[in-house]
């Protein structure tokens, strides 16, 4: 830190400042290429986006800014400035190199983006913590000497980075500690160098074993974790899988507890006599009804996918046989036109240039008729499979929606059965009541549905219409949605071919350009 | 066996009595069946054959042994081979009656191989002459090892008539001794063989083809040329699935395509009829002319059935070639019977059709008789209820014997463990050295180490059936330093074919070329693996150079020079200082999956007489042109006296995808700059490539000339310098044991001996002993030094005599005479010298040593408790 703060003082006098167009200007144009390469830089202008480089050191900088034009700068030297806090960086996403040795940085912060880079040199800064590095997962190579870490915690922290072979973290307050050594060996086992020494294999199963107790309890801790978050993935993985097939949450009883869940009526009357057990052969039932279209939903999955798969290999097959087609014709036809662009050269009489020259362009013609034919011969095959395919995936689709209309039919079936029942028992149980014959006591707010016939008949249809409502929402839902997605398919297959024809033919005709201006340019360069 | 007998009692009394009938009708049927098969055969030679058949009576075949007028020495084989156990000679009584009641129930046959004598003429079982043994080679562990092994290592000697089953059989280990032996001989010796190894496998006693009995391969196909059958890759046409896209509409005229295929099925099927003309013709050439005595030849061979060692599928071998052969195939005629170490087996099926229609199922009593019961075959038995009835009495006769012959197990064989020494198996061929004369071609087979240059197999192809135009020669080296493995030289193209194995210091897999000159049309192959540089193949004309890479990180996969000629320079140079000027050179590349495509070159040529630089790229996945750059490299000079730098015309391209950085000049001058550095390094890698070539052809030819062998450090035969270490070693040991003796001599002995033995020494006596040891060394050292010294004095007197004896007769010597007498005083100068040396030398020496020997003797253990108490 004193020699820090000596540095800093030598640059007191001068004002801060911030990176400003012009230093960058000046930056780049001194590290530049040179010689002969600089002279056409110069004349050319260097654009700060091509800038790999860029090497700002004793600039007495405060504040970084206006670097959001390095693209693609790889290496960054900000060391030995005045810099407070880490900003600015958000854009040079690719960078590999980054320095800011000798500055005043308190926290480690906006440095998520940079997630390619390797090696971070934050030596003889103001850093307490290390924290805010997650994302740099490529980190290699750390240094953070001379700062004021002086909790072992941070090590702890380290050992997320799987990369990390170089650390530095000589004349911090944590080096006083007695075991220092031993536990950064011990908890950062793939460490190779520390504060600029090898680490010996002696030195490492010394660590290992004096510190082996607290390093299983903390691998056991981390594998835990690793396992719940693998579990949590593969379930969403899942869940996502189901949803692809339209039928998430029907291998159970998620449907049926859902129609219950907002169904007041429903559930107070559950508490009459028999309705229980009524209710449970009816839970039965239905859930057995959902997982038959829950299994159905994932094989006609399986079977949509295998036809999309199937139809994308034989398109794709078919793309690449004409285009190595196209490639051979075009071969064939470069090793001609090589000969005949040297003939043309070598020749001196005017006459036979000419004949020539027509020669080649009418070769050139040929070649973009023959590029042109294959291509609208694929278009035409290809347009014919398109709709082949159209056709299937839409009956697919039909009759997957009618089965699962057939056996949601069959749901609903069940539910008017269960009804009728219900309805049956509850007109039963209130002549009971009327006639106060009932044996067991109800609940009071059930007892207020048995008022008169109307009020019983009510509360059991509104239930009865709560269910169906969910059912036909839940049908409406797998419809709408697997109906949108065949549109969805289509219209990108479509949409695909279209952009792929324009390309090729946008290609060929840049090609046959290319090749008819370079016949002109030969021709010209004769004329002269 | 109980089938055979009871029919044969049932006929024993009619027997009798037809007894000469029978020879009548033995009489008749015989020349029927000969007339069958040569009609060519004449009245009298009819008869001589039924006169000389009808003679045949006793099974045991008598003809002159052939083989045992060459001596061998009987007296030192084992007992065994010279007498009969009991067990044996009950076996051979069996095989008797066996023998007898065949010849009786098949009268016509001709009778059965069963007891041929052995080296030491006594009658042996031809099973017990099968000695299984396994062999601790691992080369002899499958059949085919064995096969040519034992055509490798055996000598063929004909039958001593080629119609008869030999009288002798020796056993295997005598025909191993002796290396040659007639067809029985081999067969029984790869029988045994094999059977050690696990095959289920027989001896056949049988009838062969000409071919075959005279081992005349000269019809047959070397299996060495044979080209492996390609096998056709039938491209299995992909179901075309239910996407594939319709192939578009053929416009083409059908009938013109059926008129065309037509033609050409036509001029197809003229050409093919053609050839086959051809080849029939040159077939009848070759054919050979019928054989008299086809069909009546005996051979042995060998019979593999199926079901052990994982044989799928029963076949032959031919002990003298080794081959195998299907068991339906021309050459084999006729079986008449069987063997192995356990049974005997007769053949009972007809051989109208050569062996093809026969079944080798041994368990089946209708079609193989066998000798013994008890096998491990599985057996029917239908026939004996049958004759149960007519045979009462008899059976009560025979009750004894027949329960004997059920339990009756053959006897072990009588033959020593077969062995073949380690010497002997890589031999192999009797002297080492094998010629094989097959259909146009020759092969000669070497034992390793026997020729220097590690030649082991030499095959010669001929144009011809007669054998003098050479097509092809290859030839197959082993152990040899620069690991060369294969010579093939083609007569008609020139060319010479190199093949190496792994390991040669450069790297070399093929080297194919027609003169060691440099420059020349050549292709060398390399070991890619083995090289740093990766390259698998460089080919040479005069005027090119190509070379083909592999998993290089730079990705070059192919670069070809071409050269100009070359510019002749005032001064005299070799070809390393002067190489040929390079026009030039096209490099190309595979895809650096880590770049994009328009920045992976995927070919650039340096046009160097142009100053030219042309650069393709690769093409983008879903692209049909790729880039393309060239550059033009030539230093202008502006109006101002600038020198021009890069001015964009130099560089012409063509983006399939126009980018804005590739644009700019700078890009393009720092491209340019890099491609001329490159260039630079191609020249110098093709320099490079010229330069090992000359190496290679130099290393190559040192190679030839020296031809030095490989010897495994395992090898310690032939390990010179393992030999020496070994012997260094033997050596010291010897030396070191020497030593040990001499420090155990006793010097007390001699005096020890004086006294009474058993006595315990007094301390007198051994005070006495020890001085008397003493002073008898004392005098020893006296009487040495006295020795040399009246030598000394006996030379120096022989000298003076000589001196005067000169000066006497000086004048009147020859110079002979006189440089005699020279010599004569400088020989016996030194003489005296070194006596009086040697004298000088013990006198220094003597009282150290008599000091040394009274030490010892203080020390020695058996006087020290006395003398130490003198002390």
Same mark, same amino acid.
């Not at chain 1, 002086?150 to 922290?157: P, R």
């Not at chain 1, 859902?258 to 028999?274: F, H, R, T, V, W």
């Not at chain 2, 045992?68 to 009950?90: C, F, G």
């Not at chain 2, 463990?417 to 061929?429: D, H, L, N, V």
């Given at each position: 830190?004193?020699?820090?703060?000596?540095?800093?003082?030598?640059?007191?006098?001068?004002?801060?400042?911030?990176?400003?167009?012009?230093?960058?200007?000046?930056?780049?144009?001194?590290?530049?290429?040179?010689?002969?390469?600089?002279?056409?830089?110069?004349?050319?202008?260097?654009?700060?986006?091509?800038?790999?480089?860029?090497?700002?050191?004793?600039?007495?900088?405060?504040?970084?800014?206006?670097?959001?034009?390095?693209?693609?700068?790889?290496?960054?030297?900000?060391?030995?400035?005045?810099?407070?806090?880490?900003?600015?960086?958000?854009?040079?996403?690719?960078?590999?190199?980054?320095?800011?040795?000798? %500055?005043? =940085?308190?926290?480690?912060?906006? @440095? /998520?983006? #940079? *997630?390619? $880079?390797?090696? +971070?040199? !934050?030596? &003889? %800064?103001? =850093?307490?913590?290390?924290?805010? @590095? /997650?994302? #740099? *997962?490529? $980190?290699?190579? +750390?240094? !953070?000497? &001379? %700062?004021? =870490?002086?909790?072992?915690?941070?090590?702890?922290? #380290?050992?997320?980075?799987?990369? +990390?072979?170089?650390?530095?973290?000589?004349?911090?307050?944590?080096?006083?500690?007695?075991?220092?050594?031993?536990?950064?060996?011990?908890?950062?086992?793939?460490?190779?160098?520390?504060?600029?020494?090898?680490?010996?294999?002696?030195?490492?199963?010394?660590?290992?074993?004096?510190?082996?107790?607290?390093?299983?309890?903390?691998?056991?801790?981390?594998?835990?974790?690793?396992?719940?978050?693998?579990?949590?993935?593969?379930?969403?993985?899942?869940?996502?899988?189901?949803?692809?097939?339209?039928?998430?949450?029907?291998?159970?009883?998620?449907?049926?507890?859902?129609?219950?869940?907002?169904?007041?009526?429903?559930?107070?009357?559950?508490?009459?006599?028999?309705?229980?057990?009524?209710?449970?052969?009816?839970?039965?039932?239905?859930?057995?009804?959902?997982?038959?279209?829950?299994?159905?939903?994932?094989?006609?999955?399986?079977?949509?996918?295998?036809?999309?798969?199937?139809?994308?290999?034989?398109?794709?097959?078919?793309?690449?046989?004409?285009?190595?087609?196209?490639?051979?014709?075009?071969?064939?036809?470069?090793?001609?036109?090589?000969?005949?662009?040297?003939?043309?050269?070598?020749?001196?009489?005017?006459?036979?240039?000419?004949?020539?020259?027509?020669?080649?362009?009418?070769?050139?013609?040929?070649?973009?008729?023959?590029?042109?034919?294959?291509?609208?011969?694929?278009?035409?095959?290809?347009?014919?499979?398109?709709?082949?395919?159209?056709?299937?995936?839409?009956?697919?689709?039909?009759?997957?929606?009618?089965?699962?209309?057939?056996?949601?039919?069959?749901?609903?079936?069940?539910?008017?059965?269960?009804?009728?029942?219900?309805?049956?028992?509850?007109?039963?149980?209130?002549?009971?009541?009327?006639?106060?014959?009932?044996?067991?006591?109800?609940?009071?707010?059930?007892?207020?549905?048995?008022?008169?016939?109307?009020?019983?008949?009510?509360?059991?249809?509104?239930?009865?219409?709560?269910?169906?409502?969910?059912?036909?929402?839940?049908?409406?839902?797998?419809?709408?949605?697997?109906?949108?997605?065949?549109?969805?398919?289509?219209?990108?297959?479509?949409?695909?071919?279209?952009?792929?024809?324009?390309?090729?033919?946008?290609?060929?005709?840049?090609?046959?350009?290319?090749?008819?201006?370079?016949?002109?340019?030969?021709?010209?360069?004769?004329?002269? | 066996?109980?089938?055979?007998?009871?029919?044969?009692?049932?006929?024993?009394?009619?027997?009798?009595?037809?007894?000469?009938?029978?020879?009548?009708?033995?009489?008749?049927?015989?020349?029927?069946?000969?007339?069958?098969?040569?009609?060519?055969?004449?009245?009298?030679?009819?008869?001589?054959?039924?006169?000389?058949?009808?003679?045949?009576?006793?099974?045991?075949?008598?003809?002159?042994?052939?083989?045992?007028?060459?001596?061998?020495?009987?007296?030192?084989?084992?007992?065994?081979?010279?007498?009969?156990?009991?067990?044996?000679?009950?076996?051979?009584?069996?095989?008797?009656?066996?023998?007898?009641?065949?010849?009786?129930?098949?009268?016509?046959?001709?009778?059965?191989?069963?007891?041929?004598?052995?080296?030491?003429?006594?009658?042996?079982?031809?099973?017990?002459?099968?000695?299984?043994?396994?062999?601790?080679?691992?080369?002899?562990?499958?059949?085919?090892?064995?096969?040519?092994?034992?055509?490798?290592?055996?000598?063929?000697?004909?039958?001593?008539?080629?119609?008869?089953?030999?009288?002798?059989?020796?056993?295997?280990?005598?025909?191993?001794?002796?290396?040659?032996?007639?067809?029985?001989?081999?067969?029984?010796?790869?029988?045994?063989?094999?059977?050690?190894?696990?095959?289920?496998?027989?001896?056949?006693?049988?009838?062969?083809?000409?071919?075959?009995?005279?081992?005349?391969?000269?019809?047959?196909?070397?299996?060495?040329?044979?080209?492996?059958?390609?096998?056709?890759?039938?491209?299995?046409?992909?179901?075309?699935?239910?996407?594939?896209?319709?192939?578009?509409?053929?416009?083409?005229?059908?009938?013109?395509?059926?008129?065309?295929?037509?033609?050409?099925?036509?001029?197809?099927?003229?050409?093919?009829?053609?050839?086959?003309?051809?080849?029939?013709?040159?077939?009848?050439?070759?054919?050979?002319?019928?054989?008299?005595?086809?069909?009546?030849?005996?051979?042995?061979?060998?019979?593999?059935?199926?079901?052990?060692?994982?044989?799928?599928?029963?076949?032959?071998?031919?002990?003298?070639?080794?081959?195998?052969?299907?068991?339906?195939?021309?050459?084999?005629?006729?079986?008449?019977?069987?063997?192995?170490?356990?049974?005997?087996?007769?053949?009972?099926?007809?051989?109208?059709?050569?062996?093809?229609?026969?079944?080798?199922?041994?368990?089946?009593?209708?079609?193989?008789?066998?000798?013994?019961?008890?096998?491990?075959?599985?057996?029917?038995?239908?026939?004996?209820?049958?004759?149960?009835?007519?045979?009462?009495?008899?059976?009560?006769?025979?009750?004894?014997?027949?329960?004997?012959?059920?339990?009756?197990?053959?006897?072990?064989?009588?033959?020593?463990?077969?062995?073949?020494?380690?010497?002997?198996?890589?031999?192999?061929?009797?002297?080492?050295?094998?010629?094989?004369?097959?259909?146009?071609?020759?092969?000669?087979?070497?034992?390793?180490?026997?020729?220097?240059?590690?030649?082991?197999?030499?095959?010669?192809?001929?144009?011809?059936?007669?054998?003098?135009?050479?097509?092809?020669?290859?030839?197959?080296?082993?152990?040899?330093?620069?690991?060369?493995?294969?010579?093939?030289?083609?007569?008609?193209?020139?060319?010479?074919?190199?093949?190496?194995?792994?390991?040669?210091?450069?790297?070399?897999?093929?080297?194919?070329?027609?003169?060691?000159?440099?420059?020349?049309?050549?292709?060398?192959?390399?070991?890619?693996?083995?090289?740093?540089?990766?390259?698998?193949?460089?080919?040479?004309?005069?005027?090119?150079?190509?070379?083909?890479?592999?998993?290089?990180?730079?990705?070059?996969?192919?670069?070809?020079?071409?050269?100009?000629?070359?510019?002749?320079?005032?001064?005299?140079?070799?070809?390393?200082?002067?190489?040929?000027?390079?026009?030039?050179?096209?490099?190309?590349?595979?895809?650096?999956?880590?770049?994009?495509?328009?920045?992976?070159?995927?070919?650039?040529?340096?046009?160097?007489?142009?100053?030219?630089?042309?650069?393709?790229?690769?093409?983008?996945?879903?692209?049909?042109?790729?880039?393309?750059?060239?550059?033009?490299?030539?230093?202008?000079?502006?109006?101002?006296?600038?020198?021009?730098?890069?001015?964009?015309?130099?560089?012409?391209?063509?983006?399939?995808?126009?980018?804005?950085?590739?644009?700019?000049?700078?890009?393009?001058?720092?491209?340019?700059?890099?491609?001329?550095?490159?260039?630079?390094?191609?020249?110098?890698?093709?320099?490079?490539?010229?330069?090992?070539?000359?190496?290679?052809?130099?290393?190559?030819?040192?190679?030839?000339?020296?031809?030095?062998?490989?010897?495994?450090?395992?090898?310690?035969?032939?390990?010179?310098?393992?030999?020496?270490?070994?012997?260094?070693?033997?050596?010291?040991?010897?030396?070191?044991?020497?030593?040990?003796?001499?420090?155990?001599?006793?010097?007390?002995?001699?005096?020890?001996?004086?006294?009474?033995?058993?006595?315990?020494?007094?301390?007198?006596?051994?005070?006495?002993?020890?001085?008397?040891?003493?002073?008898?060394?004392?005098?020893?050292?006296?009487?040495?030094?006295?020795?040399?010294?009246?030598?000394?004095?006996?030379?120096?007197?022989?000298?003076?005599?000589?001196?005067?004896?000169?000066?006497?007769?000086?004048?009147?010597?020859?110079?002979?005479?006189?440089?005699?007498?020279?010599?004569?005083?400088?020989?016996?100068?030194?003489?005296?010298?070194?006596?009086?040396?040697?004298?000088?030398?013990?006198?220094?020496?003597?009282?150290?040593?008599?000091?040394?020997?009274?030490?010892?003797?203080?020390?020695?253990?058996?006087?020290?408790?006395?003398?130490?108490?003198?002390?």
């Amino acid at each position: 830190m004193l020699s820090s703060g000596k540095m800093n003082r030598i640059y007191d006098s001068v004002e801060p400042r911030v990176i400003d167009d012009d230093m960058l200007k000046l930056a780049v144009g001194e590290q530049g290429p040179q010689e002969e390469a600089g002279q056409l830089a110069k004349q050319e202008g260097i654009l700060f986006k091509d800038v790999l480089s860029l090497q700002l050191d004793f600039q007495n900088i405060l504040r970084i800014d206006n670097l959001w034009q390095f693209e693609s700068l790889q290496k960054l030297q900000l060391d030995n400035n005045i810099i407070e806090r880490i900003e600015g960086l958000e854009n040079l996403t690719q960078l590999v190199w980054l320095d800011l040795s000798f %500055n005043n =940085i308190k926290v480690i912060e906006g @440095l /998520d983006t #940079l *997630v390619n $880079l390797e090696d +971070l040199s !934050l030596f &003889n %800064n103001r =850093i307490s913590k290390i924290d805010s @590095l /997650d994302t #740099l *997962v490529k $980190l290699q190579v +750390l240094s !953070l000497g &001379n %700062n004021q =870490i002086d909790n072992m915690m941070n090590i702890i922290y #380290l050992r997320q980075f799987k990369c +990390l072979r170089t650390l530095s973290l000589s004349g911090n307050p944590i080096t006083q500690a007695e075991d220092y050594k031993m536990f950064i060996c011990a908890h950062l086992p793939d460490l190779m160098y520390l504060d600029f020494r090898r680490i010996d294999d002696h030195m490492k199963d010394l660590a290992e074993m004096k510190y082996q107790y607290t390093i299983d309890e903390l691998k056991h801790r981390e594998h835990l974790r690793q396992a719940q978050l693998q579990e949590e993935q593969a379930q969403i993985m899942k869940l996502e899988e189901y949803k692809m097939a339209f039928v998430e949450n029907l291998n159970g009883s998620f449907l049926f507890d859902s129609m219950y869940a907002e169904d007041m009526e429903g559930n107070k009357l559950s508490c009459l006599p028999i309705v229980g057990e009524l209710l449970e052969v009816y839970k039965d039932k239905f859930v057995i009804i959902c997982l038959n279209i829950f299994e159905y939903g994932l094989k006609q999955h399986e079977k949509r996918k295998l036809e999309l798969d199937t139809f994308t290999e034989c398109v794709q097959e078919a793309i690449q046989e004409n285009q190595e087609q196209g490639k051979l014709r075009i071969a064939r036809f470069e090793e001609k036109h090589l000969l005949n662009l040297s003939a043309i050269r070598e020749e001196s009489e005017l006459l036979a240039i000419e004949k020539k020259i027509v020669e080649c362009s009418e070769d050139i013609t040929e070649l973009f008729n023959v590029l042109m034919t294959l291509e609208l011969q694929l278009v035409e095959q290809l347009e014919e499979t398109i709709n082949m395919f159209e056709r299937n995936i839409t009956d697919m689709v039909g009759l997957f929606i009618e089965n699962v209309q057939s056996l949601m039919a069959q749901c609903r079936e069940l539910e008017n059965h269960h009804h009728e029942k219900l309805l049956e028992i509850s007109i039963g149980t209130l002549e009971k009541i009327i006639k106060g014959e009932l044996d067991e006591e109800l609940p009071d707010d059930v007892r207020t549905f048995f008022a008169d016939k109307d009020t019983i008949v009510n509360a059991v249809g509104a239930s009865h219409d709560m269910h169906l409502l969910k059912i036909d929402n839940r049908e409406d839902e797998l419809v709408t949605r697997i109906n949108s997605w065949c549109t969805h398919l289509v219209d990108k297959i479509h949409k695909d071919e279209v952009m792929r024809n324009r390309k090729r033919v946008k290609e060929i005709n840049q090609y046959i350009d290319h090749l008819q201006s370079e016949l002109d340019n030969l021709e010209c360069g004769d004329m002269d | 066996m109980e089938v055979l007998r009871e029919k044969v009692e049932e006929e024993e009394a009619a027997e009798r009595e037809e007894a000469a009938e029978r020879a009548e009708r033995m009489e008749k049927t015989r020349p029927v069946e000969v007339q069958k098969e040569e009609t060519i055969l004449t009245q009298e030679m009819l008869r001589d054959l039924e006169k000389k058949l009808s003679e045949i009576k006793i099974p045991i075949p008598a003809g002159t042994p052939v083989i045992t007028e060459d001596t061998i020495d009987v007296s030192n084989l084992p007992l065994s081979y010279k007498t009969n156990t009991p067990k044996e000679e009950h076996l051979l009584q069996v095989a008797d009656n066996f023998s007898r009641q065949y010849s009786h129930l098949c009268p016509d046959r001709v009778p059965l191989f069963l007891h041929p004598l052995n080296e030491c003429e006594v009658p042996k079982f031809v099973s017990t002459t099968i000695r299984p043994t396994l062999m601790p080679y691992p080369d002899l562990y499958n059949w085919d090892g064995c096969a040519n092994f034992v055509s490798d290592f055996l000598t063929k000697v004909p039958l001593p008539d080629p119609l008869k089953p030999p009288s002798h059989l020796y056993s295997s280990t005598t025909v191993l001794k002796q290396q040659k032996g007639n067809c029985f001989d081999f067969s029984t010796l790869l029988c045994s063989m094999l059977l050690g190894a696990g095959y289920d496998a027989y001896c056949v006693n049988g009838y062969g083809s000409q071919a075959l009995c005279n081992m005349d391969l000269t019809r047959e196909v070397c299996p060495l040329t044979v080209k492996p059958k390609e096998t056709v890759k039938t491209k299995e046409k992909a179901q075309p699935k239910k996407y594939t896209i319709k192939p578009p509409r053929d416009l083409t005229s059908r009938f013109e395509q059926q008129q065309e295929i037509k033609k050409q099925k036509e001029a197809k099927a003229q050409k093919e009829k053609q050839q086959r003309e051809e080849e029939e013709r040159l077939l009848e050439a070759e054919k050979a002319k019928p054989d008299p005595l086809h069909g009546l030849r005996v051979h042995c061979w060998v019979l593999v059935l199926s079901g052990k060692r994982e044989v799928p599928e029963s076949f032959f071998i031919d002990p003298f070639t080794g081959r195998s052969y299907s068991s339906q195939d021309d050459h084999f005629l006729g079986i008449e019977s069987l063997w192995n170490h356990r049974n005997y087996w007769i053949n009972m099926q007809d051989c109208w059709n050569c062996c093809k229609d026969l079944v080798f199922d041994l368990g089946d009593p209708v079609r193989w008789e066998y000798m013994l019961l008890g096998t491990d075959k599985p057996q029917l038995s239908l026939m004996e209820e049958e004759d149960e009835g007519l045979n009462d009495d008899d059976d009560i006769e025979d009750l004894g014997k027949e329960t004997e012959d059920k339990s009756f197990d053959m006897p072990s064989s009588w033959v020593e463990q077969i062995t073949i020494s380690p010497e002997a198996f890589e031999t192999r061929c009797p002297n080492g050295k094998k010629v094989l004369q097959y259909r146009r071609a020759r092969l000669e087979k070497w034992a390793p180490y026997l020729n220097s240059n590690g030649l082991v197999c030499r095959l010669t192809t001929y144009e011809d059936l007669e054998c003098t135009k050479i097509l092809e020669v290859k030839e197959w080296y082993q152990n040899r330093e620069d690991t060369l493995e294969l010579k093939h030289i083609n007569n008609s193209s020139g060319l010479h074919t190199d093949y190496f194995r792994p390991g040669h210091p450069q790297a070399l897999r093929v080297h194919v070329y027609k003169t060691m000159q440099p420059e020349n049309d050549r292709i060398m192959e390399f070991y890619e693996t083995a090289r740093v540089d990766g390259l698998i193949k460089r080919e040479e004309t005069p005027r090119t150079m190509t070379e083909y890479y592999q998993g290089r990180p730079d990705f070059l996969s192919y670069r070809h020079i071409n050269f100009g000629p070359r510019v002749k320079k005032l001064t005299s140079a070799s070809t390393e200082s002067n190489p040929r000027p390079m026009t030039k050179i096209t490099e190309r590349f595979s895809r650096n999956p880590a770049k994009p495509a328009d920045e992976d070159v995927a070919e650039r040529v340096f046009l160097i007489a142009d100053e030219r630089i042309q650069l393709r790229y690769h093409c983008r996945d879903d692209y049909i042109t790729a880039s393309k750059r060239e550059f033009l490299q030539r230093s202008e000079v502006d109006s101002k006296g600038n020198k021009i730098i890069m001015t964009s015309d130099m560089c012409i391209s063509f983006e399939v995808e126009p980018m804005e950085h590739t644009k700019k000049l700078l890009y393009q001058y720092e491209t340019m700059m890099h491609l001329k550095n490159e260039e630079k390094l191609s020249k110098h890698q093709a320099w490079e490539s010229e330069l090992e070539v000359l190496e290679i052809l130099k290393l190559r030819e040192e190679e030839e000339e020296a031809h030095t062998l490989n010897i495994s450090i395992y090898d310690t035969k032939r390990n010179e310098k393992s030999k020496e270490y070994r012997e260094a070693m033997e050596r010291v040991m010897h030396e070191e044991h020497l030593r040990q003796v001499e420090a155990q001599l006793d010097y007390l002995a001699p005096f020890l001996a004086q006294l009474p033995p058993g006595e315990k020494l007094t301390r007198m006596q051994a005070v006495h002993l020890k001085d008397e040891c003493l002073s008898d060394f004392k005098q020893r050292l006296i009487d040495k030094a006295n020795l040399i010294q009246a030598r000394f004095e006996k030379e120096n007197q022989e000298l003076q005599k000589q001196q005067q004896w000169y000066q006497e007769n000086q004048v009147t010597l020859t110079p002979e005479d006189e440089d005699l007498y020279l010599s004569y005083c400088s020989q016996a100068m030194f003489r005296i010298r070194i006596l009086e040396q040697r004298l000088n030398r013990h006198k220094e020496l003597a009282p150290l040593k008599y000091l040394a020997l009274e030490e010892k003797l203080y020390k020695d253990p058996r006087l020290a408790e006395f003398l130490k108490v003198l002390a």
